[in-house]
């Protein structure tokens, strides 16, 4: 009797073991999901804001406007129909609280009964006007009225609009373009400032130090890498921001230089790590063959053990690529977050990342700007996989290359 | 040129790199603990923000990151090891550890400000536990797990198959044997990932701001659905917030500091339990 429990406690244990195996498995699966059901909500969402429509004169020929045209519209940089297909006629934007200039308070009756019936009047005296009203005040069967039909936002708007404005009324402007070029721009930046000195520590470290400088050196690496990012923010925040704005004569000096050299210090310990990993997995025959042929020890490193552990190397930069996207606060805090599309390194810039970690506090759970938010996100999620996949796969050849 | 003075001149170049690297970490180290030693007194550390965070200490978002730390390490650790167990010990060499490892590693490359878009989206508001310790404790649990499969994974590929063969040879099932043998055996390095995930924990901002984390919040937390304080949100939220910067800046370099030492503490504690059980094991 004991020993048969036993055997089904311990068949218990081991259950719970195998099902634990399978949580990291589980815990991607819950991200993918629940990232992707909140962004993917925005492609279903309305490009005007939510409970307002657009409204025009029944004689206006334009039948549908998108997001970037609305935009340019209530911006007034679009001040002829005709620049959005219709006829050549002024457009006169109005906006809801128009409406209270125009007529007193009694005259919209009680309880502003009256208000679709005037926003219809108003409408109709004016051939070129676009109104943006609310949906519940909007004037129904009024024939010289026409309500713009909403439009969903649209993917390929997403990807390729060249502006985030995700507050802008009437049309919040979700372009992730600017973003992902800036975040590109930091990351690409970081890894040209960090690949040459991780590299000349990596080949220091497994081919020159002495045993004891290797063991002080290692422990100082992974310190680098055990700093916290707000704390290398801050660092670059007091020491690097007003540095860079003193020597460059720079207005500002929150610019996307700021943000590539602090990367490049937190992208530093994964690329000497690895790098260095897979240079100490050259074969010793290799090695000493290279030797044995008269070559000095530098002519050794560079033609025999840096092309050994390519691979490796390669690798080392992917996941350095990898952590500088992804890397938030740091970045949010040198590098001034301007979401316009970057031209110079001395720019101010601003990342997915940033942008996430700036917003969501004020966007409201559930709306448009919360689910363009949760969309960043799945790009990040999307791009941190492949890269991850991507260096798994350069490692293992590394691991294939037996001799 | 001579081969030799090429040579010469590439060793130099990487002496001076190491020595760069080397240097950064000692200035960004020197320069935090220089400007925050002065800060940091008694009362810096056991009094609430006060005068709208332009005074006071920082007290409430020190126990903050402690109950982080703690809830994420509670839920996190068992959790881990189990899966580390099952790795090294049951899921052989098939497609499936092959997978496992695959994810495992994958989780732990995901951005952590995606960690905190998830928390936010499950735990808060899926599971309605509000801007909590809880859903704070869940989401940076999350974060540190492969960190810790990993380092129970090592330790136990650590031991040698012999110990495991001897157990057997006993008459032990392979349960005792892990239970009794492998894990008393692989232990202190786990203990390592534990320490460094503590480390890791203190310091993530972007998985707290949008789970747990308060902007300010003198009380202590009653139970594990209040806001916290947590001191890197504190220190994200006085270094950039603020107009007063002559009188935020020093309580910046503090909360800087006091976060620079937990994580120096952890590491070094980690590197010298490795090194003091990793000589142990091996005369065994």
Redesign the interface.
Known sequence: MRKLFKRVF?RI??G???L??????F??L??VI??F??GAGLFQSPDVEKGYVLAVNATNPVEHLDAKQIKEIFDYEFTDWQSVGGKDEEIKPFRFDEIFSLYSEEEFGEDYALLPEKLGETIAQNSGIIAFIPEMYAPKDNISVKILPAKNILFSEFFTGKEWMPTATPSPQFGVFPLILGTLWVSIAAILIAL???L??A???SE??GERTRKL?K??????A??????????G???LVPMIQKTLNLSVGETALAGSIILA?MA?PTI?TIAEDSMRNTPLSMREASLALGA????T??RVIVPYAASGITAAVV?GV?RA?????AVL?VTGNAAIIPHSLFESVRTI?AT??AE??EAP?GGVHYQA??ML?CI??II??I???LS?FISRKQQNKGL | MNKKTKQKIAFTVFRILSLIVVGILFWILGFIIYRGIGVISWKFLTTAPTDGMTGGGIFPAIVGTLCLVAGSIVLAFPIGVMSGIYINEYAGNGWLVKFIRIMTNNLGSIPSVVFGLFGMSLFVNTFKFGDSIIAGSFTLGLLILPLIIRTTEEALKAIPDSYRTGSYALGATKLQTIIRVTLPMAFPNIVTGLILSIGRVSGETAPILFTVAAYFLPKLPHSIFDQVMALPYHLYVIATGGTDIEATRPIAYGTALVLILIVLLMNISANVLRRYFGKKVKTH
């Open positions: 311990e244990i081991e719970l073991l195998t634990s195996g399978g949580i990291t498995s815990a991607i819950l991200i629940f990232l059901k909140e040459p000195l991780g000349g520590v080949i220091y470290m020159l130090a050196l422990p100082t690496i992974e310190l680098l055990g700093i916290p990012s707000v704390v290398y923010g801050f660092f925040l007091v020491v210090i530093l000497i000095t020890d530098w002519q490193i560079y996941l990898g996207i992804g890397e938030t606060m805090m990342p996430i970690a969501l506090g759970t938010l949760f996100g990040l999620f941190t996989m890269i991850s996949i798994e």
